[in-house]
């Protein structure tokens, strides 16, 4: 595997700060390996970039943070999902680089006990002093973010200097670019003799993981599938957005757009019941990992994309590489479903 040409020139100018402990191992799943009985699983321990309990976003984060530090922000405003991964990771960040932050919690998923209300994300969210609002409806990103919007305006009269970080489409994908560079990282890792892979599964939400690293392959030569495993929306609502992102990111970098619409890759099939909801396929590789591999993988994201990567390899003779995107606090917030308890 040959690096066909370096990163765009215009990834080195955009401001970053450095966040997240890399490389982040690439290495053998053995023991899944034999259990599947099919293909050689690799995975890319992304769960291991350290900052508050690591996971992707922390790579996504060295982008916007560097922008927020660049506009001189004090505060960071961000929204997610109660158990958000992004949320608690931005917090964590803003704290590092000495911003305040305030977050927005939404309601995506229909449940309403105390420990997923109080457990897992949102209990670090409170121990990293975060400033917490609530917004009732999960599936309108863009009354979200007008909120945010809301919750700037409030802080700017008071004297503040707010960074939002959006969630809806139609702005700069910054967040992105953290995986851009994970591609470049990952190709060298296999040059410098780490395990090489014949496909990529990755999870699929917002895009900006999957659409970054599919990108950033793409750029430099890489032509391996990459399967996006649908955590959030169904494949052909996915699809666009995966499009859209990239195209994104072509603008950013001020290049041609390397993906083609052959090139996006996705999968529907572990979606059910639902964002933020564990099929069978999922509680079992979510078991599965913690007893053959001591892997902690969540019901959210991780357990749904290495359903995907175990389905996979269970297919084909080719190698398949897991990437790891974290989420582990998410566990503590699902403990009711993960081992077996009534809900109190």
Request: with cysteine.
């Amino acid at each position: 595997m040959t690096i066909a040409t370096g990163l765009p020139p215009r990834l080195a100018e955009l401001p970053r700060v450095s966040l997240a402990h890399l490389p982040t191992p690439l290495e053998p799943m053995h023991n899944l390996t034999h259990h599947t009985g099919g293909a050689p699983m690799v995975i890319k321990r992304d769960d291991c970039t350290g900052l508050a309990m690591g996971g992707n976003k922390i790579r996504q984060l060295e982008f916007y943070l560097g922008e927020a530090v660049a506009q001189r922000a004090d505060t960071l405003v961000i929204t997610g999902a109660v158990q958000s991964n992004f949320v608690r990771s931005a917090i964590a960040a803003g704290n590092r680089m000495g911003l305040q932050s305030h977050v927005q919690l939404e309601r995506r998923v229909d449940r309403d006990d105390e420990l997923y209300r109080n457990s897992g994300n949102v209990l670090l969210n409170r121990l990293m002093g975060a400033t917490i609002h609530a917004y009732p409806d999960g599936e309108d990103e863009a009354g979200a973010d007008r909120n945010l919007e809301a919750i700037a305006a409030d802080l700017r009269a008071d004297g503040h200097t707010p960074y939002i970080i959006h969630l809806s489409p139609g702005h700069a994908p910054l967040g992105a670019l953290g995986y851009v560079v994970a591609a470049e990282e990952i190709i060298q890792q296999v040059e410098a003799g780490a395990p090489g892979f014949d496909e990529v599964v990755v999870a699929s939400g917002s895009g900006h993981t999957h659409g970054g690293l599919l990108f950033g392959l793409r750029w430099l030569g890489c032509d391996v599938p990459v399967t996006g495993v649908c955590v959030r929306r169904d494949a052909a609502s996915q699809r666009e957005r995966i499009l859209a992102r990239t195209a994104e990111v072509a603008d950013l970098l001020d290049v041609d757009n390397p993906v083609t619409p052959a090139d996006i890759v996705l999968s529907d099939e572990f979606l059910a019941p639902g964002y933020g909801l564990a099929g069978s396929a999922t509680n079992e590789a979510i078991s599965l990992a913690a007893c053959l591999e001591g892997l902690l993988v969540d019901p959210v994201y991780t357990g749904k994309a290495l359903a995907g990567a175990m389905d996979r390899a269970s297919k084909t003779t080719d190698t398949v590489l897991y990437v790891h995107t974290g989420g582990t606090p998410a566990l503590f917030a699902y403990q009711h479903e993960l081992a077996g308890e009534p809900d109190s």
